[in-house]
């Protein structure tokens, strides 16, 4: 009987698959959703930024001496309702800017009680909204 010796490693590179935890409010390219806290309406919106400064400006916009409110500060002063800004949802996270605009549009088209306008989603196509009705 002849046997051959053989030696093989078992060094095996490890790599690393997951991403450092980023938290929420650094996240950027993001679609997110706002729940007002004391009813069932909600906002949808979009930015490339980072989404703790977005939700800042949301907050403190009620604060500005502006002629035009946002939808989020005219529900807070209509209703006197507050949102609850430390729970905010990320819907979806996209780098492209009309690729996330286009995301936006579909949450938007999804909500049941949203305070977005209906102009939000003027420009998302009739497939995309007939599609939806369907889902």
């Keep these: ?15 690393k698959t997951h991403k450092d935890f980023v938290p929420m409010g ?3 390219n993001v679609v ?8 069932e309406a909600s906002y949808v ?7 703790g400064t977005r939700i800042t400006e949301h907050r403190k916009h009620i604060n ?11 529900h807070r002063l209509q209703f006197g309702h507050d949102f609850d800004w430390d729970n ?9 800017y009309n690729k996330r605009l ?12 949203g305070l977005n306008l209906q102009t939000d989603t ?7 909204t007939d599609i939806l009705k369907k889902i």
């Design 102 to 113: 286009t995301a936006e549009m579909i949450y938007i088209n999804r909500q049941e009680k």
């Design 122 to 128: 003027d420009t998302l196509s009739r497939t995309y």
């Design 26 to 28: 650094k996240k950027r």
């Design 45 to 51: 919106g979009q930015t490339g930024r980072r989404l």
């Design 64 to 74: 500005r001496k502006s002629a035009t409110h946002s939808v989020i500060t005219d």
């Design 32 to 39: 997110y959703k706002i729940n007002c806290s004391q009813c």
């Design 1 to 15: 009987m002849c046997h051959k010796v053989c030696f093989y490693s078992m060094n095996k590179l490890f790599i």
């Design 88 to 96: 905010c949802e990320i819907l979806d996270v996209e780098r492209f």
